[in-house]
């Protein structure tokens, strides 16, 4: 059974120092109310017993392995021993003549859209019978209808805790899921979630810019739960109940194997670079730059360099985060299209030449994922692709 999580605050979530700067009564509540957050959850302390795991039983069998699960957009599934973790999992459609306005023409919809519950639950069903099931951890990366619109649902039906943005809390709960099921993050915290996988949140930021498209880019919370209309559905433009969450959550994984030797990786599922080294604000709460937040958490891990980085934003982005991490290989994330159905399959190959040119001159390697359902294992020897056929031959990859 998945505990409520306790974490150790290392600087940037709204109950820990430092702050730059606080506005008004909204800071000081935000202060209040996630001081309160930390200590219903434990507030980092404790020893080793199973109190102290967010997902306590998971951890009994060491790992030999990362098991990885790409379905489309940025939806994962990373298997460590008994730990399954369900990263976003945007399986519904809306489609895109319901989106208008903004930068980005997804400001607002038409109406509310409900959450394609069969499609969630088919591919649930398929992953079930494969490494990596039953789920017991979800985690967003980010808050945008592409991301967390069905993260209410997975919650649901796995019955699994989730992490993530403020906001994709207020989404699951205006959407029936109790408030202790799922943990706000806000970048610095530290998770162990079992006794050989330890998890570090790392305060991003999302694709776009300020000039371009505000709506989208700019970190931007909920500031109440949403209200879902009479059918149960929400409005999934990032102007309404879908904002970024405060931008973006990245995180870095370190795995202790079972002879003792560690596997880690960093997994972002947007950015972009004019924001990256400058300090991200959000409802008057100074969080730092998003390389410092990640700088912090190499040095708390004690890391110098990745095994791999699945991460998204092209050479831009790349060359601003590759000299902090120093990844062996780069995957990227957020492909595909969240308009077709996922049944129709990848709408096409990964092609971005400039960013390929840029990882050969740092020595990194590139390796793309081409198909929903493809997979990995992360091992101490690397990187490998490995067969997934029962998987995709429920829908005919």
Known sequence: MTQTPRTESHGTDPAAA??????????????????????SCGGGGGGNDDDDFVV????????????????????????????????????????????SGGGGGLAVTKAPWPIDKAEVEKVNGVLSKGPGSPINLILTGHSHFDHS??????????????IGSRTTCFQVRALGVPESQCTPVYGGETFQLNERVTMRVVR?????????????????????VPKPDANGALRGGVGEDFPNGGGNRGYLFTVRTADNKTINFFWTNSGAPQDLTTDSITDGVNYGSPIASLTKAMQDAKLDSLDLWI???????????????????????????????????????????????YLVTQGVGLVAPAQYLDAWVLDTNGLRAVDNGAMKQAYGF
């Open 311 to 357: 991460g998204a934003g092209g050479q831009p982005v790349a060359s601003l985060t590759v000299p902090v991490i120093h990844p062996k290989v780069f995957m990227p994330n957020h492909l595909g299209s969240f308009y077709t159905p996922f049944s129709q399959g990848n709408t096409g190959p990964f092609r971005d030449p400039t960013l390929g040119n």
């Open 204 to 224: 991003w930021n999302h694709s776009g810019s300020h000039e371009n498209n505000p709506e989208q880019h700019d970190p931007v919370e909920l500031q109440a």
């Open 56 to 99: 306590p039983a998971s951890g009994r069998t060491a790992p030999a392995d990362v098991r990885m699960t790409w379905f489309g957009v940025s939806n994962w599934t990373l298997k460590i021993g008994d730990l399954n973790i369900l990263i976003d999992g945007y399986m519904t459609r809306i489609p895109q003549n319901y989106f």
């Open 149 to 162: 619109f069905d993260t209410p649902h997975w919650a649901k039906i796995t019955g699994a805790h989730v």
């Open 18 to 39: 430092p702050r730059r700067h606080l506005h008004g009564t909204v800071g000081a509540t935000l202060l209040a109310l996630a001081a309160a957050a930390l200590v």
